[in-house]
């Protein structure tokens, strides 16, 4: 088992002030909750919350299909919404007949994998020492008086249920504060839970051992696809490309049910550094590419290479399909010409 002292987990999407003030009502659509309701009986995170910590837990970064979070991340529900259990009980205000002796957090985390690369975790915590948190829960929710100014920044609790000492439990509201926020007093309250790791499950792999060491992403974009569905790359130019340092070889497949989508998703299949001899014949058969000829077929595998230093330009080989090469430089749209089975046969496996 393990401790901790973070409970509660910030999302930043951005902390520029958001130029709204309070209007003077309740930050909440809603009214104040009524009494939270009360479960007789706990049996884990697994059972009372099996998507907390399971979710997809960040948006896709550029040219990514998915992309790692921040470690640590809970449930990314906010607080208020529907618990994603079935017939989950409701949020609500701690009866005072309904002392809580326990609070248990329901989440997730990335961690490394004993063999290599990264996996999903959902978690299950909990904290004995609650006396904070249950008077902070307590309080109400603060009114805005006009001279509120709100950020920007998410603040995304954790998935969270109180138990007393007959093992019942319930899920307590969060009073909110002037901007809708939990209020400062409960995040001070969770930030400072002394918190043990009762129970893990994995949930999903985030990086394999092999992408890891070739240090490519475990899933990327198809964006020669992307781009020629979406919009009109210009033409490369023969002699565009030039040889910028060494190369890193990342190569996905696509799955049927991803070919031909809006973002065709791949996942890592071999890749790492180029060999010096290899990559020269790669670079001159970039820069003498013809036009790319008019093709809608979908490739089942896909190439980047990037430079290993993670500046420059990045350039798109499709190993199938329509073979064609996309090159994006630094600044500037996307360029497009046609490859061959020449240069496929160059970025095999390394």
């Known amino acids: 088992m393990r401790s901790g002292r973070t409970a509660l987990t910030v999302a930043l999407l951005g902390v520029a002030l958001s130029g709204c003030v309070g209007s003077g009502t309740s930050p909440n659509a809603q009214d104040d909750p009524g009494p939270a309701q009360i479960v007789e009986r706990w049996t884990s995170c697994a059972e009372a919350a099996p998507?907390?910590?399971?979710?997809?837990?960040?948006?896709p970064a550029p040219g990514r299909s998915a992309s790692p979070a921040p470690r640590g991340l809970a449930s990314p529900a906010p607080q208020g919404s529907a618990s994603p259990a079935l017939d989950a009980p409701a949020v609500g205000r701690i009866d005072s007949a309904f002392t809580p002796v326990t609070a248990v957090l329901c989440g997730g985390e990335i961690r490394p994998r004993p063999g290599g690369g990264r996996e999903q975790v959902a978690t299950e915590r909990r904290a004995d020492e609650i006396g904070s948190l249950t008077a902070a829960l307590r309080l109400p929710d603060q009114r805005a008086d006009g001279e509120a100014v709100c950020t920007l920044d998410l603040l995304v609790p954790p998935w969270l249920a109180l138990l007393d000492d007959r093992g019942r439990w319930l899920r307590p509201y969060?009073?909110?504060?002037?901007?809708?926020?939990?209020r400062r007093e409960v995040r001070a309250a969770l930030d400072g839970l002394r918190l043990t790791t009762v129970d893990s499950?994995?949930?999903r792999e985030i990086e394999s051992a092999a992408a890891e060491a070739a240090g490519c992403g475990q899933r990327w974009a198809d964006m020669v696809w992307v781009e020629t569905t979406v919009g009109r790359p210009g033409p490369l130019a023969p002699g565009a490309v030039a040889d910028a340092g060494p190369l890193r070889l990342c190569v996905y497949r696509v799955s049927p049910a991803e070919q031909g989508g809006v973002k065709p998703a791949g996942?890592?299949?071999y890749g790492g550094a180029l060999p010096p001899d290899r990559q020269a014949s790669v670079v001159r058969a970039l820069a003498t590419t013809r036009p790319a000829t008019h093709c809608v077929i979908p490739a089942s595998?896909?190439?980047?290479l990037r430079p290993m230093d993670g500046g420059g330009r990045e350039s798109y080989v499709e190993l199938d399909g329509c073979r064609r090469v996309m090159?994006?430089?630094?600044s500037g749209g996307p360029r497009l010409g046609q490859g061959d089975a020449a240069l496929a046969a160059l970025l095999g496996p390394v």
């Open 301 to 304: 595998r896909f190439a980047v």
């Open 51 to 59: 998507h907390a910590g399971t979710m997809p837990i960040a948006p």
């Open 327 to 330: 090159v994006v430089p630094p």
């Open 174 to 182: 969060l009073p909110a504060d002037s901007c809708g926020k939990p």
């Open 267 to 269: 996942d890592f299949a």
């Open 201 to 203: 499950r994995t949930v």
